[in-house]
């Protein structure tokens, strides 16, 4: 696997509307928290480009199910 | 009960042939019953008791031993005096048993009666008369057994009936039940009672019995004996009568038997067909119907409309039919329905998603409108248009970057009529950003020469922006103000061209300063524009700037005319190449490219998001037509701009920019996120795909560009981070995470192939996902009064995952 992302602190904290602090632990989980988006959003475009028999997933069958699975990630 | 009936008249048989006591009547028939065969008949009684004492079986009993009787009168005169005797003893038996007067009790009284039980002489006179019936009776039956059909009508429908039901008892009853008739006609003569009420009171097999007596019991007993060799015979007519007599008497019941019956013979297939589609008549046509259906079904499962109207001609025949056709006709007509909901669902949610397009662009068209309260032209509405837009999303580095223009112009003593118009719209749009408003209005009060910078703003503006949120027409100043604020972000550009969208009102009503003001201006552009021109515009401005400018204005005009026109889209793109090759310096050829492209861009990106704002804008300049055109436009000039786009990000590379990397990358990824998305993503899409494009070039120009400026670059740098925050979106150039981190990532997760165009996508997506995560972590933090988002925050989250 990759070395943990870099910038995501910074990211998380640029995003918050407040200036919140991430603590070291917790930004392991969200590492994890956004893997498992990137899972299932691969998962979901994979499955849409098998959809059009195409085994290269391309740039729109992600489009395609990005609202979907934000929706669902969203809760 | 077959077996003990069909043992106790053997055995009485047996028992009759070596007692023959004589008969006497019924109490001295039933002493001899007892005293020959007192076990016998207790036996038979017994059994008799045991079995329901129906009349059927009484008089299945009495069948059976009289045909036995007759069988062995036949063979031996014994046998029959036997038979008869027996015959008698059963009857008496029988008949005592039946004192209650029932039909089969009346019927053996009436043996009884008819046989010599009652006196000697009587017996002997019934003996014989009884002899005589069962021989005649077998020799009738034998010989008239054709015949026996014939006389048959009423009967023959029960005939049918009592040997169906016969079968299912036994074969050898039906034939006692012949024999039983037989005699009972004989009774006729001598009491006619008796028949009638058997034939009233019997079941089916009784009064079918006693019917067919009535009439003919010869036939009985033929038909009976010979079971099935006669049914057939027998059933043809039979089926013929049996019709008739269903048709006449009942329904359904009755005909079904019928033609069962009729079927199991195998009669006339006329008639069994005629009974078939009488039953289907009568009945409902449950197979006509079911295969209406069936088909229907069937049909209905591929195309409903053609189907059914193709099986509709075939099958219409029965009013029934015709109802079926109905209900396919409506379930059509509800799968039409349906289909055309789920059309509309579809135009729906396309024209939802074409709502939430417009969404967007209303709330950049607030800003606009205000721009337009300014007074704008129609150049100037459209920079205005988009610097409001713009504006609105990046309030804060637009008027940073304005004020960078705004000091860079008085750097240069170029942009101070730049600044004033930045102001202007800056202040209009802007209720955040009043401290850059404020430093661009103090600015641009200095300068002069805002109003030709001012477009040269629009222009870099655009360039930086083209692909965001920029549409309309004002390309020169929307440029350069792109290029202005290519320090800071893409707010700038937008908020300098929406500045400088007045000021290129002024230029374009004035039209008198281009060579000075193209000057500047393209001083300003070259400047601001992408990197590679800055360098060469900073050396050719003077010479060029008048060129340019003319060449700018020119195509800008052209610019704008096509926006009117859907087919003028070519001419930007000609004028670009042409101004391209007239240029003699890179510059040059890059700047008239990036006007020109720019406006492209600029149009390309505008027409969808600020067609509400347009609406508004242009109806005092523009036509209607123009957004539709525009729009129009905007297709065409997709391709025109992902040209000029590749043409200028091929002069970029030539000129070797500074963020090469970063630029280059995003450049070609825009280039191919242009090709892929400007037919296929949405305004709003391409909008941030253009606030991509747009920002790298914006940055590392205007930090390589103006020592001065990048002093005023700390200022709003600041500020800027501040709003940056704040902001939602793609406004952020950067991506959330680094694309080969993030590509390697979903590559692994995807375990196929991933195209490289993907990742700007998935930078969006991450984008917001992330906004979503830090939303909620932050909730769950401040919930738990902490300013720290700790681990348990985010395990609360990961369960929305579960």
């Known amino acids: ?75 | 009960m077959d077996s003990t009936e069909d043992l106790s008249p053997r055995i009485l048989l047996k028992q009759i042939l070596i007692t023959e006591p004589p008969r006497t009547p019924v109490g001295s028939s039933e002493p001899h019953a007892a005293g020959s065969s007192e076990p016998r008949r207790s036996s038979r009684r017994s059994k008799r008791d045991a079995e329901p004492q129906t009349p059927q079986n009484i008089l299945r009993r009495s069948l059976r031993n009289k045909i036995q009787e007759n069988i062995t009168r036949k063979s031996l005169p014994l046998k029959r005096r036997t038979a008869s005797a027996v015959l008698r003893q059963q009857a008496p038996s029988s008949s005592m048993m039946f004192d209650d007067g029932e039909t089969p009790r009346h019927l053996l009284r009436k043996i009884l009666q008819t046989e010599p039980a009652k006196s000697p002489v009587v017996h002997d006179k019934v003996a014989p008369a009884e002899l005589q019936p069962p021989s005649k009776d077998n020799t009738a039956t034998r010989s008239h057994s054709s015949f026996d059909l014939s006389d048959l009508d009423l009967p023959d429908v029960t005939m049918g009936n009592t040997v169906s039901a016969a079968k299912g008892l036994s074969r050898k009853r039906p034939r006692q039940s012949l024999n039983v008739t037989a005699f009972e006609k004989r009774l006729k003569d001598a009491e006619e009672e008796p028949e009638n009420s058997i034939g009233d009171h019997s079941s089916l097999s009784l009064s079918s019995s006693s019917s067919l007596s009535l009439k003919t019991p010869f036939v009985d007993v033929h038909t009976e004996k010979r079971g099935l060799q006669r049914r057939v015979s027998n059933r043809r007519k039979i089926t013929e009568e049996e019709f008739s007599a269903a048709l006449s008497k009942q329904q359904m019941g009755d005909v079904s038997r019928e033609a069962l019956q009729g079927r199991e013979v195998g009669g006339e297939d006329t008639n069994l067909a005629g009974i078939t589609l009488g039953l289907s008549k009568l009945s409902e046509p449950d197979v006509t119907v079911d295969i209406v259906n069936c088909q229907t079904a069937l049909y209905d499962q591929h195309d409903a409309m053609t189907s059914n109207f193709s099986i509709k001609p075939t099958i219409m025949a029965t009013q029934l039919q015709r109802d079926i056709q109905e209900e396919e006709e409506r379930r059509e007509e509800e799968r039409q329905k349906s289909a055309e909901e789920e059309e509309v669902v579809t135009n729906m949610e396309e024209d939802e998603g074409k709502e939430n397009v417009d969404k967007t662009q209303d709330v950049s068209s607030k800003p606009e409108e205000k721009d337009n309260a300014v007074g704008f032209q129609t150049f100037d509405l459209d920079d205005g248009v988009e610097a409001a837009a713009d504006s609105q999303s990046e309030d804060v580095e637009g008027g940073s970057e304005e004020e960078e223009a705004a000091v860079g112009s008085q750097a240069e003593e170029e942009g101070v009529e730049q600044s004033p118009t930045q102001e202007e719209t800056a202040a209009d749009f802007q209720s955040e950003d009043v401290e850059g408003l404020s430093e661009e209005e103090e600015a641009a009060a200095e300068e002069d020469e805002g109003e030709e910078q001012s477009p040269t703003q629009e222009e870099t503006a655009a360039d930086s922006q083209s692909e965001e949120e920029e549409a309309a027409a004002t390309s020169q100043a929307e440029d350069k103000d792109v290029e202005q604020s290519q320090t800071e972000e893409e707010d700038g550009p937008p908020e300098n061209a929406a500045a400088a969208s007045p000021s290129e009102e002024e230029e374009a009503a004035a039209g008198s300063h281009p060579e000075d003001e193209g000057g500047s201006e393209e001083v300003y552009q070259l400047q601001r524009d992408d990197e590679e021109k800055s360098d060469g515009a900073d050396r050719q401005t003077d010479e060029d700037d008048n060129d340019e400018e003319r060449n700018q204005e020119e195509e800008r005009h052209i610019s704008r005319r096509a926006f009117r026109s859907e087919g003028g889209l070519v001419l930007p793109v000609v004028t670009a190449t042409e101004a391209h090759s007239f240029m003699k310096s890179k510059s040059y050829s890059a700047l008239g490219l990036n006007t020109s492209l720019e406006r492209i861009q600029n149009q390309t990106g505008k027409p969808d998001w600020t067609k509400p704002s347009l609406q508004h804008l242009d109806e005092d300049f523009w036509d209607e037509n123009d957004p539709a055109d525009r729009k129009n436009a905007s297709f065409h000039l997709l391709h025109v701009s992902h040209d000029a786009e590749v043409s200028r990000q091929q002069e970029d590379v030539e000129a070797a920019a500074e963020e090469a990397g970063e630029h280059e990358e995003e450049s070609d990824e825009e280039e191919d996120d242009n090709e892929d998305f400007l037919g296929k993503t949405p305004a709003f899409v391409r909008e941030k795909i253009k606030f991509f494009t747009s920002s790298p070039p914006a940055l590392p120009s205007v930090s390589k560009n103006l020592p001065a400026s990048s002093a005023s670059k700390a200022l709003p740098a600041a500020k800027p981070k501040q709003a940056r925050r704040r902001r939602t979106g793609l406004s952020r150039r950067k991506t959330v995470l680094p694309k080969t981190y993030l590509m390697s990532v979903f590559k692994h997760f995807a375990k196929t192939k991933v195209s490289a165009d993907v990742f700007p996508v998935l930078n969006e997506i991450m984008d917001k996902f992330f906004d979503r995560v830090a939303e909620d972590l932050e909730t769950y933090a401040a919930h738990a009064n902490r300013k720290t988002i700790k681990v348990e925050d985010v395990k609360l989250l990961l369960r929305r995952y579960v």
């Open chain 1, 1 to 75: 696997m990759l070395k943990k992302p870099p910038k995501l602190k910074s990211t998380i904290r640029s995003k918050a509307k407040g200036n919140v602090d991430i603590a070291a632990g917790s930004e392991a989980m969200i590492e994890l928290l956004t893997l498992l988006f990137l899972n299932s959003l691969a998962e979901e475009a994979k499955a849409k480009a098998f959809e059009e028999k195409s085994a290269t997933i391309r740039a729109h069958h992600v489009k395609a199910v990005s609202k979907k699975v934000l929706r669902k990630a969203r809760g």
